[in-house]
């Protein structure tokens, strides 16, 4: 058999020109059209010459769609909890590749291109964005655990589909010279080469091995071919490599594997630590120390000789033992600080006065997990820190920012088996009622009622800004500690217009301006927030027939301002919804855009079920629709249908299906269900 590696080399060149210099002008018109909508100053010039660190001086790009999910459940939870809720609802974070349909685009969310296009409307001028992405759809994913293995089986005809229909795939897009002003930050395979360290007499992971070194070493040499792309290996976190013999032999296959790539240690920008996990930045009460006679602090059970206590530690150990294995010392660290932040209530606050190791540690950390090797939806977490670039305070780490590559809000597992297409398995260790061997036999402390992994799990959300540390709106620190935070609104939403069909009402208004830049609108029914939007229009649906509305419009800004209301418009709605009265299983579609270009738009159709449902749906797609990307459904022969998830409506119950399509915008309005 031929094996994965070889097969690589004797592989004829792909993508291999580079694109520096061609095409700007391109460049400058998808830019500006695309900024249209959010009014934000682009203008698109040479591509930058590769930097050091792509955080240094940069924005981040703010996925409107993680924001829609925290704004919806601020909304739900009111009060002081969906104030905080609110304060973050702008922080960067990453957009996960985790199966081949995520780059067009599928139920869980637009693909690639629609989010670099997003990117490009923010980017100011004058200032780089960073768009963190992250890589992960290996074959024989996850091979240590089951919530989350992937697609694609450890097996040569997995590394061919990997290399071809998701790495090339991905590379194509990232390539286009309408992205090359952004600076694309990749997080590499999480978990991957770290399960090779420790998990190698798995078998599982046995079978994944080549495949992981294979396709690591392929992924980092494509995405290296397109100029703007920083790759950053994942590198675990403290409590799973920290121990000295787990470290070292991990600093020499990092080394092996990157030192394999076509430009070798060039291919990398740095490492990623602790993605998606929750092991603290810092420990503030506990220094590895002789306690006496109970040994170092490090003998404590909970850490089991490792004298990494946390991500600050571990970058500065990595960053030495990477350095001696002749990675260039100018390789930068991330660490993923969005669910490491263990605040709240049973935070301690200061250093315990026990004489007995084991309860001096437990009652002096700030991890409040039973185990260091609970991952799976710790309860008691908390958010971090809010992404950052060049934090100060931890030289010995070479930091180049705080990021949130794990969306906090998402799911890590499923709690209990879930029906999925996506390979994803029911992991025990995401079971709150387990006691598991991997943890010394110690229950998980996994959240209970939690979705499949990658889903919007709100209780985990609620708890992480509960527990947040540093504490949303703690003197500054939030978000992230700006020596001068932008407290300037943006402008008042003009130009308010609103027209009824039926019981649905569109709005539509003209783009704010901010002094840092708008990332999204709310639209209010009077005075409630109704539904938010990242464009200049929205559609309320579900309102009550004959009825006078006074709608307003607000903006909000990347430092998480919001304007004043804008002048109320008045909108009385119709007699019904606008389309045939509802029958018996019947139901109603109202198509609305949300966005346009020349040559393209983006729209949405709102699908709602009449009093007995609307099992099995079907809408008459607006005339000649010819959609690029279209999530929330299928589109064929003229028709949408529910994808699996919700092709069955429940009475009353709504469903919106979005696509970016070509050409000219449908008017908006009713479409024909049933
Ligand atoms: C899941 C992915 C998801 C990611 C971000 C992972 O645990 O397997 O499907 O995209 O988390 O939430």
Redesign the pocket.
Known sequence: MRSAWERRKGAPERGRQRRRGRAAATTAAVAALVAAPLGAATSAGAAEPRVDNPFAGADQYVNSYWSDNVEAAADRAGGSLGDSMRAVANEPTSV?M??ISAIEGNA?GPGLRAHLDAAVAQKRAGTPLVFNL?I?DLPGR?CYAL??NGELPAADEGMQRYETEYIDAIVDILDDPAYEDLRIVATVEPDSLPNLVTNSSEPLCQQAAPYYREGVAYALDRLHDVGNVYSYIDAAHAGWLGWPNNAQPAAQLFAEVVGSTEAGFDSVAGFVTNT?NSTPLTEPFLEDENFGSGGFVRQAEFYQWNTDFDEADWTAHLYDLLVAEGFPSSIGMLIDTSRNGWGGPDRPSAESTSTDLNTYVDESRVDRRNHRGAWCNPSGAGLGERPQATPSGYPDSHLDAFVWV??PG????ASEEIDND?G?KFDRMCDPTFNSPKLDGLLTGALPDAPL??QWFESQFAMLVTNAYPPIGDGGTDPGPDPDPDTTAPSVPQGVTATADGTSVSVSWSASTDDTRVTGYSVLVDGEAATTSSTTSATVTGLDPKTTYEITVTARDAAGNTSAASEPVSVTTGADDGGPDPVEGACTAVYSTTNSWSGGYQGQVVVTAGDDGAPGWAVTAPAGLSTTNLWGGVLSGGTITGAAWNADLAPGASTTVGFVANGTAPADGPLACD
């Open positions: 996960w985790d199966r869980d992250v992960y996850d919530a989350s998606a794990k969306p998402e799911s890590d597992g996506q994803k992994a990658g």
